[in-house]
């Protein structure tokens, strides 16, 4: 279970999120809804461990994410950026996060799921943008945390790729995962809770 | 993390070689850097051999400069760096990659253009592949101030703006070491001369290194 209890959190000196309060249960989907700039890509940076701009608590089965070391195990994000190395083929992307993880095994259902066998071999820079989506979706798979933090995952992604992400995320709540999402298009998770980040916002 | 710290060391030099464009830039950067240097000064190519060591000096503060500047720009705008540390990577070790990395790139266009400028100014052989010797002796100290001045770029603050400020005289006083051991070897001195000076360097680099690592540990990118 994710908490979060009284997370305020701050960049560039502006506080962006106030008094944040909620628990997460495992085996869900949670999509933060809210304008630009209400901070939801700032409030998944912080749960992902990228800001530590924060004051508040962010709980992890009841422990703090600052005592457990291995908390960035179990995290997966997938930010505005693919973190593609253009300069790479799509192989050697995958191949790289995967020797950081040690996962090897889970290249082949990575490539499998997304359908990327057929550009394997191609540099990054030449592939379309839902391709290279597609290929930072897959990376998420490799990581294989238990945490799923996607922002707006959906963009650039054709009904195909779409399909195959929400076939994804069903996977990794039926193994116990938990998912959260930055979005703007809430058509495309039905029937998930909805988190409204303009209700933390800084009242001041 | 050893394992991790030589994945990502390796995966930066593979980046860096494989990518022409950086290293042929580079290169030829260097190269035409140190043609035209001694035109600013005097046009009479005879005398060219004089402006050997200035132009090599200039050369290296502009290369070491454009070489490193740049070292975390694209994995900040690309969203490589948050998954390195999202990866459980340390932002020290990250430091210590591009380090790493670039010691391999500038020696490599070091060991390219320097001879070949050689030939043109008229240097002796022994000489140059001493001065060459001293440059990558110098090399680490040089790369990891000047990357940890890149780094702390990232951190948009008035106290790193100051920290980037005092990263420059540190390379200034590497590169005038470097100027004195060089012109020992250009004098004439035995290679041991030119070492005493250079020591100077070694010596800064084993205490900076472990330092500038330090103090990387502690930087967030926000």
Same mark, same amino acid.
């Given at each position: ?9 701050? =960049?560039?000196? @502006?506080?962006?999120?106030? #008094?944040?309060?909620?628990?997460? %249960? ?6 933060? @809804?809210?304008?630009?700039? +209400? ?7 912080? %749960? ?13 089965? #009841?422990?703090?994410?600052? @005592? ?18 253009? *300069?790479?083929?799509?192989?050697? #992307? ?6 950081? $993880? ?8 990575? =490539?499998?799921? &997304? *359908?990327?066998?057929? /550009? ?37 992604? *054709?009904? $195909? ?26 058509? /495309? ?16 | ?53 200035? +132009? ?5 503060? !502009? ?13 900040? @705008? ?29 020696? &490599? ?42 780094? %702390? ?8 703006? =100051? ?23 250009? #004098? ?15 010596? !800064? ?6 330092? !500038? ?10």
């Amino acid at each position: 279970m994710l908490s979060c209890i009284d997370l305020s959190i701050e =960049i560039l000196g @502006k506080k962006i999120v106030s #008094n944040l309060g909620l628990s997460l %249960l495992p085996g869900a989907i949670y999509v933060l @809804k809210g304008a630009n700039g +209400s901070g939801k890509t700032s409030f998944l940076k912080t %749960l992902a461990g990228i800001n530590e701009n924060y004051q508040g608590k962010i709980l992890w089965n #009841n422990k703090s994410i600052e @005592k457990d070391v291995f908390f960035s195990y179990i995290i997966s994000y997938l930010g505005h950026e693919n973190a593609l190395k253009e *300069d790479l083929s799509v192989i050697d #992307n995958l191949n790289l996060w995967a020797d950081f $993880k040690g996962n090897h095994l889970l290249i082949a259902p990575s =490539i499998v799921q &997304f *359908d990327l066998a057929e /550009h394997l071999e191609k540099k990054c820079k030449y592939l379309s943008a839902g391709l290279k989506k597609r290929v930072a979706l897959a990376r998420m798979i490799i990581s294989n945390g238990m945490l799923w933090l996607l922002d707006e995952p959906e963009s650039n992604l *054709d009904d $195909k790729g779409m399909e195959l992400l929400l076939k994804l995320l069903q996977a990794k709540i039926n193994s116990g995962g938990i998912v959260i999402i930055a979005s703007h298009n809430l058509e /495309h998770y039905k029937k998930v809770p909805v988190i409204q980040m303009e209700d933390f916002k800084d009242v001041q | 993390m050893f394992n991790k710290l030589l994945r990502l060391s390796l995966f930066e030099i593979y980046r860096s070689l494989i990518n022409n464009k950086t290293w042929l830039s580079n290169s030829l950067f260097l190269f035409i850097n140190m043609l035209v240097f001694p035109f600013a000064i005097n046009t009479d190519i005879e005398s060219y051999g004089v402006y050997f060591l200035p +132009s090599v000096i200039t050369s290296i503060l !502009l290369a070491v400069v454009l070489i490193t500047s740049n070292a975390f720009d694209e994995d900040v @705008k690309d969203g490589t760096l948050d998954q390195l540390i999202i990866f459980g990577i340390p932002l020290y070790a990250i430091y210590l990659s591009k380090v790493i990395a670039a010691i391999v790139e500038f020696s &490599f266009i070091i060991c390219i253009v320097l001879p070949i400028m050689a030939i043109f100014y008229k240097i002796e052989h022994r000489v140059v592949l001493q001065i060459i010797l001293n440059i990558l002796l110098s090399i680490p100290l040089l790369t990891s101030v000047s990357i940890f001045g890149a780094m %702390l770029t990232m951190n948009i603050s008035k106290n790193s703006a =100051i920290a980037v400020l005092l990263v420059f005289p540190l390379l200034i006083s590497a590169l005038i070491i470097l100027s004195l051991a060089s012109t020992e070897i250009l #004098n004439g001195s035995d290679f041991i001369v030119a070492f005493s000076y250079i020591k100077i360097n070694i010596g !800064l680099t084993l205490f900076l290194l472990p330092l !500038l690592m330090w103090l990387s540990k502690s930087l967030k990118q926000f």
